[in-house]
Structures are given as structure tokens and as C-alpha cells.
């Protein structure tokens, strides 16, 4: 596994794998000029070739949830690898997130990592060119883009998976943490965690974050929505 690094003016350095195109650490200076990583990741490196909690990783073709692995397509059934209770799960058993990624760009702040997926991985039809990048600014914001080309009809969800602690990896939890998210409506899941195809409105429900709310203020609400998931999902 290659290391690769970028990095900003102000004291931010970013680490990387091309295993799953990864974010390893993240490293930067906190108001007392204490050095600290703020994402979750692996010790023992070789976990990035399997990644059991997908940290730091692309995930792909299809992140989240589909329903007993089957989805309709120009009047077909697709049915797709099985490999979470019954249900499909982050692109199957050999995901985005344990591809070898190919580096097609690599500056001081950015870099760009590219995969060619085969019509039929994971059962998924077309084949698929990808491209996600990573950029550091000044400003410590991290501005990642993904970008997807596919020869024939398909399906494609694509995410970023890092775990924050902005109190550092050895910071404890996060519940003293706010939160902001420009969204009126999520979409609803059931008991299983799948997505219902409805779209709910937070107006009045814990999950409400268009303002900036402290992540530990709501998270034993009793919505049906944070039951199913635990908390935060």
C-alpha cells in the first residue's frame, strides 16, 4: 500500500491509500498547537485490504442499503450479491472500498485517484470508469468530487466513509460536537435500516440540523427513525 500525503498552509496533512482510495489521518494543529488526527482509521494497515467498517473509504458502486439485493433495470431483474442480512450492502463483498485505485493526479493539496470496474462486478451491469479527488484548502475545508462514466444503463451511488472526532482519534465521543446540515427531508428507513423511498420532513424531529445542534442534545430521542438506527445513522 502506497502512502500519499497532501497538505495545506495551515498545518493540515492528509494521508492516504489507494486500497478503497482512502483517508487514512488527518492531521492538524489544534488553538493550543497541539498536533492531533481527527479520522478514525486502521493500526494495522493490512485491514485496509478487507476494511470490516469501511473507514475512510470509497464506497461503491452502490453505498447503503438494497433491498434483498434486487433491483429492477429497463424491465430486468438485477439480483446482487446478498452479503448484510439478506440485503446488499456498500457494492457486495468486493466493493469500491477494496479495489486497488490507480492515481491519475497527485499535487501538494490534491489528489485523484481513478478505478475501472468490469461490466458485471458484483453482478452490477456496464462497465464503469470513477473518479473521486480529494482537496485541501486553506481554510481546512475538505472538498472531495466524484465522477462517473458508465458505457451502458446502470446503477450508482457513490460516498465517502470517514468516522470524525474532531476531540482527536483518542478524544473520546463526539456528543459535544455541532452539527450542521442544509437538508429539510431524509429519506426514511425501516427496521432494517432500507430505505423506504419516502422522503421525510425534519421540520419538528430530531433530526433536524438546518441549524448548528450539539449531536449529544438529541441522541436518545425516541423518533422512530433514531430507534431504528441506534442514534445517528
Known amino acids: 500500500m502506497k502512502p500519499l500525503v497532501i497538505k495545506n498552509k495551515v498545518g493540515s496533512r492528509l494521508s492516504f491509500t489507494n486500497v478503497g482510495a482512502c483517508l487514512k489521518t ?26 470490516p467498517l469501511y473507514l475512510g473509504s470509497t464506497v461503491g458502486r452502490y453505498a447503503n442499503r438494497i433491498k434483498n439485493g434486487t433491483f ?43 478505478l475501472h470496474s468490469l461490466d458485471l462486478e458484483e453482478n ?10 480529494y482537496k485541501i484548502t486553506d ?15 446502470t446503477v450508482l ?15 473520546g465521543n463526539i456528543l459535544n460536537h455541532k452539527l450542521k446540515i ?3 427531508s431524509i429519506t426514511e428507513i ?18 433536524d440540523f438546518r441549524d448548528s445542534i450539539m449531536i449529544g442534545e438529541r441522541i436518545n430521542s425516541n423518533f422512530y427513525q433514531m430507534k431504528h438506527s441506534n442514534g445517528y445513522d
Open 190 to 207: 425501516d427496521h432494517d435500516l432500507i430505505p423506504t423511498g419516502k422522503f421525510l420532513d425534519v421540520n419538528d424531529t430530531s433530526l
Open 157 to 171: 451511488n457513490l460516498t465517502h466513509h470517514s468516522y470524525f472526532n474532531l476531540n482527536g482519534v483518542n478524544g
Open 124 to 133: 452490477y451491469p456496464s462497465s464503469l470508469n470513477t473518479r473521486v479527488s
Open 72 to 114: 429492477n433495470l429497463n424491465g430486468n431483474t438485477i439480483t446482487l450479491p446478498q452479503n448484510e442480512n439478506n440485503h446488499h450492502l456498500h457494492g457486495g463483498y468486493k466493493g469500491f472500498s477494496s479495489k486497488v485505485w490507480d492515481i491519475s493526479d497527485h499535487s501538494s493539496n490534491k489528489i485523484i485517484f481513478a
Open 139 to 153: 481554510n481546512n475545508e475538505l472538498i472531495i468530487n466524484f465522477n462517473a462514466e458508465a458505457e451502458d444503463d
Open 182 to 184: 442544509f437538508s429539510d
Open 26 to 51: 488527518w492531521h492538524i494543529h489544534t488553538k493550543k498547537n497541539k498536533k492531533i488526527d481527527i479520522v478514525l482509521g486502521y493500526k494495522n494497515e493490512s485491514l485496509y485490504l478487507s476494511n
